[in-house]
């Protein structure tokens, strides 16, 4: 079966980078994988781990032939990384992305790539707090959405090629409107990390009675700050990427929350049972999917 693409350069061979080399490689979708970032200790791995058939740490090497041009680095480095690879690409390569904001980087990208038209911006709903090439999973992407994110000026082939991809590694694909994107992934995404993140704030170092808090930390607490154990690099790019969306998700979760203080100041059990009942409700509705 002739390969979708003959070559493929993953920037960034980590936990989603290094999952879709290994599954795009065990699926036949990919003649060879090529696999670029700047560690040279993760770099070891993906290739002992059979993620990428070689590594390059020099932008020309890495992208020399490639028909496809993976960005999975954090989104912050994205439009450096496509300027690196501009001047070596080949003419009518393809560059896409896995970042979780859409909107500023895809036009960023358009305009930096040979021909903006071979650009498609791409979000894989799917992840742990786990990170680096130790952490791929071949089938990472199975029923897990992905979203595809083409403008006006979207070569077609393009995207109908990153599409196949993603369905040939097992995942949803939709597409949607950049902006569309950043407002709801600022809401279901961007907002419970920063909220996991202050929740472990919230605590820190804080001692009652002599005692740390945190060492009573049960599991419902672990649940629920699990993703802070996230790299912050990471979450910091995104949320100034998304920072307006993201202020306005902030917003809305404060509103909530000042609802919830005076529920619990005026002693409105009545109340505070139907916040807590429509919560558990809509929660329920999204079944015990990782």
Known sequence: MTPLFARM??????????????AARAAGLVGEVVGYGRSEANLRLARERGLVDRVAREPAAAVAGAD????????????????????????????TDVGSVKGGLV?????R??????????????????????AAREDLFRGRRCIVTPTDATDRDALGRVRALWEGVGAVVEEMPAALHDEILARVSHLPHLAAYALVSASGEMQIGGRRVLDYAGSGYRDTT?????????????????RAALRGALAEFRSVLDRLEH????G?????SAELAAAAALRQRLGGER
């Open 226 to 242: 699990r993703i802070a154990a996230s790299r912050p690099e990471l979450w910091r790019d995104i949320a100034l990427a998304n």
């Open 268 to 272: 409105d059990a009545d109340g505070l």
């Open 263 to 266: 529920l619990l100041a005026t």
């Open 107 to 111: 036009e960023a990208l358009e305009g």
């Open 9 to 22: 350069t993953v920037a960034g061979v980590g936990l989603i980078g290094g999952s879709l080399a290994l």
């Open 68 to 95: 496809l041009i993976v960005l999975a680095a954090p989104v912050g480095a994205s439009t450096a990384l496509a300027e690196a690879f501009r001047p070596h690409a080949h003419p009518g390569a393809i560059l």
């Open 113 to 134: 790539w040979p021909d903006g038209r071979r650009v498609v911006g791409a979000h894989p709903i799917a992840g742990t707090e786990s990170s680096g090439a130790g």
